[in-house]
């Protein structure tokens, strides 16, 4: 464990992300993707980068176009999952690769189009992040990438739980800020044109508020520790499932519940 706090945090979030078994989650997140992959314009024959790419879904999305795909996260159970995936689409070309979205493997203007879902707003340092997705991209090319606003129910899940247990890093900005248009105009500043912005909706189908957190808390890292530190408190734990059961009811419609996202799309100048 390194004594440098930035280490420590990716450290931690690498840990967290390889807990219970995110290819589950992801497979809601496959129309998100086919959505980026379309609002991104992606080409056949373009070289294309899915920032912290997960197990995969928009880079598999993207090769299928007849792309040229690296896929890069920071967790490489993630990537496992990604490379079992890939061939059953037929592809056996795409590149996975463990690395970091904030100081990414890759020479300047490598790629004609840059792209994460969901990803890279968990990086700790935007600027950062933010320098290195531009960096690698070619003049002319596209950055595109879907965020959750901190007004949905994602950014306000997160918001709740921050009430109950500590962030996940302190200082560090938080992701939903990346589902903010004003936020996301002022971190890609003078470095891209032609910023535009679409918003889509992902369902995640359920009976009951009570059976989508017990979905949650088998499957997602966070949820998984967040919950095992409430255990150690009962009034807490109880407290909170009420408030997040409340929460759920509110974008639980025709039994799915609503998670809006925010496509952002700019070239680099």
């Known amino acids: 464990m390194s004594e440098d706090p930035i280490a420590e945090f990716k450290h931690r979030q690498r840990e967290t992300w390889a807990l219970g078994n995110f290819g589950d989650v992801a497979t809601f997140t496959t129309q998100t993707a086919g959505h980026l992959v379309r609002f991104a314009g992606v080409r056949a024959g373009q070289a294309v980068l899915d920032v912290a790419c997960g197990t995969g879904p928009v880079a598999i999305t993207a090769a299928r176009r007849g792309a040229r795909v690296t896929g890069l996260d920071l967790t490489p159970e993630l990537l496992a999952q990604a490379r079992d995936s890939a061939p059953i689409a037929g592809l056996s070309d795409v590149v ?41 991209l070619k003049p002319g090319g596209r950055i595109a990438f879907a965020t959750w606003p901190p007004e949905g129910f994602v950014g306000r899940a997160t918001l709740l739980s921050g009430k109950y247990v500590p962030p996940p ?86 039994n799915v519940v609503k998670h809006e996202y925010l496509l952002s799309r700019a070239i680099k100048v």
């Open 169 to 254: 890093g302190p200082g560090v900005p938080p992701p939903a800020q990346w589902g903010d248009p004003n936020i996301v105009r002022d971190r890609l500043g003078a470095g891209v044109k032609q910023l535009f912005f679409e918003r889509g909706v992902m369902a995640v189908p359920t009976l009951s508020p009570q059976h989508f957190m017990a979905w949650q808390g088998a499957r997602i890292g966070r949820v998984i520790q967040m919950m095992a530190l409430l255990k150690k408190e009962p009034a807490k734990l109880d407290a909170y499932v009420q408030e997040y059961g409340a929460l759920v009811e509110e974008y639980l419609v025709d």
């Open 96 to 136: 996975w690769k463990e690395g970091d979205a904030e100081a990414l493997p890759f020479a300047d203007a490598s790629f004609d189009v840059v792209l994460s879902q969901f990803g890279h707003m968990f990086a700790p340092r935007p600027e950062v992040a933010t320098r290195e997705l531009l960096r690698v």
